[in-house]
């Protein structure tokens, strides 16, 4: 068994109130449920003002694959027009 696991962030060009962020990050996590069945998780760490942390996991039978998978949710938020940056993708046999 493999699990792939993912911490990016989004710019938020200069940032939200809380609860404007918190529906932000809502938006951000359905439509990536509803497209690829993966849920995202918002952190509470901010390395800096405007910062969005988010980060997600999967678990399958081929590494590629779930390689595969992170960088189409990546691929995905970048086309809807964020700006995702730090992304840190590790993927290991568990």
Same mark, same amino acid.
Not at 6 to 27: A, M, R, T, V
């Given at each position: 068994?493999? +699990?792939?696991?993912?911490?990016?962030? +989004?710019? !938020?060009?200069?940032?939200?109130?809380?609860?404007?962020?918190?529906?932000?990050?809502?938006?951000?996590?359905?439509?990536?449920?509803?497209?690829?069945? +993966?849920? !995202?998780?918002?952190?509470? @760490?901010?390395?800096?003002?405007?910062?969005?942390?988010?980060?997600?996991?999967?678990?399958?039978?081929?590494?590629?694959?779930?390689?595969?998978?992170?960088?189409?949710?990546?691929?995905? !938020? @970048?086309?809807?027009?964020?700006?995702?940056?730090? @992304?840190?993708?590790?993927?290991?046999?568990?």
């Amino acid at each position: 068994m493999w +699990i792939g696991a993912c911490q990016f962030s +989004i710019n !938020l060009s200069g940032g939200l109130p809380s609860q404007e962020e918190g529906h932000f990050f809502h938006k951000i996590r359905e439509k990536i449920f509803s497209r690829f069945k +993966i849920l !995202l998780v918002k952190s509470d @760490e901010k390395k800096q003002e405007g910062e969005l942390r988010i980060g997600l996991a999967v678990v399958g039978n081929d590494s590629p694959v779930l390689r595969q998978r992170i960088d189409k949710v990546l691929l995905e !938020l @970048e086309e809807e027009g964020f700006r995702v940056e730090n @992304e840190k993708i590790e993927v290991f046999e568990f």
